[in-house]
């Protein structure tokens, strides 16, 4: 069977907030001047928003410009934050509120909103289809197609009803060409074509290592006496602060007496014996947080690593026949904690430049004008007065990085005239196993804290078992031969879905590595800290994945 093609002005890859900003740009501006755009978004997830999580606290500041009467729309952004609370947790039962005099000025919220990105990102897909976008979810892009030139030339979806033999199947349904003139890469944090596109191009030259965090996240019902719709908590400290690694903890209530809360950490980690999954476990008995908690229901489940090395980190968006937009660049603002406004933004640059370049009879060049459109919005500037803020959390820790950045956002507006940097990639720093504490953590109470494989359940997780598997490794023997003597094998504890296993035959003592793919809720994290960057992620078939409600 042959595959299919199609032609478009434009193919988008991925319906997140980054890629369906940019399509529901080109649908206005093709609305407002008569020019005809042919735009198509494919999307991995069973639907548009199904592999979406986020905190999420949103700065509307994007929205605002895109659809500036999206709450006459009835857009899913109802929750105003209605207070601010900061506590450095110094213990299991400790917690030291932070005056609101000390708090760096990006932590603070007023005029922002807490919402659900994946009902954001459902309701921006149907205001793109209002448009005339064409959005196809179910379908992975996982090739991408070039030129004789070497410009990008669009992109494959990948193929249905192929065993795990990588025989075809009775089911077996090839993958459909995508030709554009041009190709945005709006695939979320650490991409799989992006990464692809970065290595081809060369973009990450002059660039810092992007840097990442893994954000794990639980959505409760919870007892109505103690809901406070609209009260935004942020946490530092413990539990992070005994193994010494950066990162924080979030806890928003949203509305219908539910809470989204989670804690990121911060891969830049260097004990291998960490877990983030029981750091978020363990991190809910703080007596600050658990009393949010008691007497509620836990409902959702996901994790999801973020990029956050900020304006230090950002690759070239540039290159023949295409774009990288959004967190596939690294966009977030990580100062705010915060992503979704720059991403946006980032698309609708993107959507203003590519119409011009269409309106002009062009395609497959670069769109070099890209660059200097980015660095003249708010977003660059934006990302420019905080630079320094993930650095300094590096350098510092969290205690010192916040009072510098203070000093550096607060008093300063961040033009201190030095520019921080952290040169070493997050998988390079790990520790040796026997060099580095081991974390006893407690067994699960049912109530509060869970076990990972009862929470993956609540990610609604599936993939079709009879498939390749999408995890693959460069080198097999690197497990068992390099990672588990050195690092005691850092993927049974770094992945929060119980994908990677050490397993010990009882009769004869041999090990072998286990990969349960089907565990996947595809946060990325493995192929980020697997200190020998052995492990590749790689889409598997459409559909496949979690599939998050109101998350």
């Known amino acids: 069977m042959e595959r299919e093609s199609m032609e478009v002005d434009v193919v988008i890859v991925g319906a997140g ?201 639980e959505l409760w019902d919870i007892d109505p006496a103690k809901h406070q719709e609209g009260l935004v908590v942020h946490t530092a400290g413990w539990p992070l602060s005994e193994s010494g690694s950066p990162g924080g903890a979030f806890l928003y209530h949203i509305e219908n007496n539910q809470v989204a809360l989670g804690l990121i950490t911060d891969l830049a980690y260097s004990n291998p014996h960490v877990s983030p999954f029981d750091e978020m476990q363990r991190w809910k008995t703080n007596p600050e947080i658990k009393k949010h908690l008691e007497g509620g229901k836990r409902v959702s489940y996901g994790a999801r690593a973020i990029a956050k090395g900020g304006l230090q980190s950002l690759p070239k968006m540039t290159f023949p026949g295409g774009l990288l937009v959004g967190c596939n660049a690294g966009t977030l603002n990580f100062a705010k904690i915060k992503g979704t406004h720059t991403a946006m933004k980032s698309g609708m640059i993107a959507a203003e430049i590519l119409a011009e370049a269409l309106k002009g009879g062009r395609g497959s060049d670069e769109l070099t004008e890209y660059k200097a459109a980015f660095e003249g919005s708010w977003v660059y500037e934006e990302l420019h007065a905080q630079r320094n803020f993930g650095p300094a959390q590096h350098k510092f820790g969290n205690f010192i990085g916040s009072a510098f950045a203070f000093v550096d956002i607060n008093l300063f507006n961040g033009k201190l005239p030095i520019t921080m940097h952290d040169t070493t990639p997050d998988h390079a720093t790990l520790k040796p196993a026997d060099q580095s504490k081991k974390i006893d953590y407690p ?103 979690p599939n998050y409600p109101n998350m």
């Open 17 to 217: 907030p980054s890629g369906l900003a940019t399509a529901c740009r080109l649908g206005q501006i093709a609305q407002e001047t008569g020019q005809e755009i042919s735009v198509v978004v494919v999307e991995k997830g069973s639907e548009v928003g199904a592999h979406i999580l986020s905190g999420a606290v949103l700065e509307p500041r994007a929205l605002n410009e895109l659809f500036p009467n999206w709450e006459e729309m009835g857009a899913p952004v109802n929750t105003k934050v209605t207070g601010d609370e900061i506590y450095y947790l110094t213990g299991a039962e400790k917690a030291q509120k932070v005056p609101n005099l000390f708090v760096p000025k990006t932590m603070h919220n007023e005029g922002n909103y807490i919402i659900s990105l994946g009902n954001l990102c459902r309701w921006l897909g149907e205001q793109a289809e209002g448009l005339g976008i064409e959005i196809f979810p179910g379908f992975a892009a996982n090739e991408i197609l070039y030129n004789e030139d070497g410009s990008v030339k669009g992109i494959a979806t990948g193929d249905f009803g192929i065993g795990h033999d990588g025989e075809k199947k009775d089911s077996y349904m090839p993958g459909m060409e995508l030709h554009a003139k041009y190709t945005i890469f709006s695939e979320g944090c650490r991409g799989q074509l992006g990464k692809e596109l970065q290595e081809k191009y060369n973009l990450r030259e002059g660039a810092d290592p992007q840097h990442y965090g893994i954000g794990i996240k």
């Open 443 to 545: 067994k699960p109470d049912g109530k509060i804290t869970f076990a990972k494989l009862d929470s993956v359940f609540l990610s609604n997780t599936n993939h079709e078992e009879d498939q390749p598997c999408h995890l693959t490794l460069k080198d097999p023997s690197v497990p068992l031969q390099v990672n588990l003597p050195k690092w005691d094998e850092p993927a049974q504890r770094y992945c929060p879905a119980g994908v990677y296993e050490v397993v010990e035959d009882e009769n004869t003592g041999d090990k072998r590595f286990q990969i349960n793919a089907q565990n996947c809720v595809h946060c990325k994290t493995c192929d980020i800290k697997d200190p020998t960057q052995n492990i590749n992620w790689v889409a598997p078939e459409g559909t496949g994945g």
